[in-house]
């Protein structure tokens, strides 16, 4: 477990039971920003169709009455402590900092898209609903071990990324099938052996993962609506760097706290495998293109990048000038960057075949 995690800035506040938002790294959660207009002119008409039927499923709203505490929250939580406490609360914060993020995204799409595409707008605001009990649910959960984020304070303070519509849709729909896999993965390992389920959260993953699905069938289908987002060799190019770089934030974030995952029974490489794989499936439904992670190389090049942002953030720690600590930094940002090009550079799988041959 590398050092940083084990450091008293994880349980800083901003004022008593209000937890101080975790510092911007490559690897955090981002909140977004888009071109509004360029969304609202879009023509939709390809695939209408299917969109109004993910419409009506977000209409039914099969998760309404799911965000309920029941008794078993309600009991003391200081048996989970040390090392393993630290670890959970920042698996909460960064759970909830991720859908308050996608909240504030589609939020402001509902409103933008109202007057000219309603049928986009009622999408976007009610995936909003859904992302704003699943921060509220793990704010919550943050409760239980007196610590909670200021949703508020975040909206304010934190930095927004700004991404072209396209690649919007590309990362959020990533996002939503990545979190999909996670949550329903971690559910069934936990259902077969409850005795490592240390915290009533994880029984709610089931019907929690398939709001993640939908939106990203939302995502699947908005793209399949602009097919020049999927056509061209550009879009193929932006396809690999999207897929790489949701599989190596997640794999480079999962290992650096592979005791959390430990804490709940699972190898924390294993688990990233098999979501990774199976993520890359999914995207082969709508990208063009996907990447090889069945090369003998792939998972290869990520352990190497994960050992080098162990001794990243390690060289990151003390009192040392900050050109001092740059300088140490330096060669494992290189490594890393190095192997992220290895792997953007590997031959993909073409994804058009893949479903021709299905056909």
């Known amino acids: 477990m590398v050092d940083s995690l084990k450091k ?37 008409s390809v695939n209408e169709d299917e969109l109004q039927a993910i419409l009506e499923e977000f209409r039914e709203d099969y998760n309404r009455h799911h965000f309920i505490r029941d008794e078993e929250f309600e009991q003391s939580w200081e048996h989970i402590d040390g090392e393993t406490r630290q670890l959970f609360i920042e698996f909460l914060e960064r759970s909830c900092t991720a859908e308050f993020s996608g909240f504030l995204l589609y939020k402001e799409l509902g409103r933008r898209l109202k007057d000219k595409s309603p049928v986009l707008a009622e999408c976007f605001n009610l995936m909003s609903r859904d992302e704003a009990r699943h921060a509220g649910f793990l704010n919550k959960a943050m409760s239980d071990f007196s610590l909670q984020l200021d949703l508020g304070f975040l909206t304010k303070s934190k930095k927004y990324t700004f991404f072209k519509p396209k690649f919007i849709f590309y990362a959020t729909y990533l996002s939503e099938k990545i979190g999909y896999w996670r949550y329903i993965k971690i559910f069934r390992h936990l259902d077969s052996h409850p005795e490592n389920r240390i915290y009533p959260i994880f029984r709610f993953f089931e019907n929690w993962c398939q709001d993640e699905n939908r939106h ?63 993520t890359n499936e999914s995207a082969a439904r709508v990208f063009p293109i996907i990447l090889n992670v069945d090369h003998p190389e792939f998972f290869k090049a990520l352990d190497k990048s994960a050992e080098a942002n162990t001794k990243l953030v390690a060289a990151g720690q003390g009192d040392q000038p900050a050109a001092l600590k740059f300088l140490k930094r330096l060669p494992h940002i290189a490594t890393i960057g190095g192997q992220m090009i290895r792997l953007y550079f590997m031959k993909p799988i073409d994804a058009e075949q893949m479903r021709g041959i299905v056909r």
């Open 8 to 44: 008293p800035e994880l349980q800083e506040e901003l004022r008593p039971g209000v937890k101080t938002p975790t510092k911007d790294t490559i690897l955090t959660p981002r909140f977004y920003t888009t071109d509004f207009d360029e969304m609202a002119e879009m023509d939709i």
């Open 216 to 278: 990203g069938d939302f995502f699947a289908a908005l793209m399949k609506s602009q097919p020049q987002f999927l056509n061209d060799w550009r879009a193929k190019l932006w396809c690999r760097f999207f897929l790489l770089s949701v599989f190596a934030t997640m794999y480079l974030n999962d290992l650096q706290r592979k005791d959390f995952y430990a804490a709940i029974g699972l190898d924390a490489r294993t688990y990233d495998i098999e979501v990774i794989r199976d």
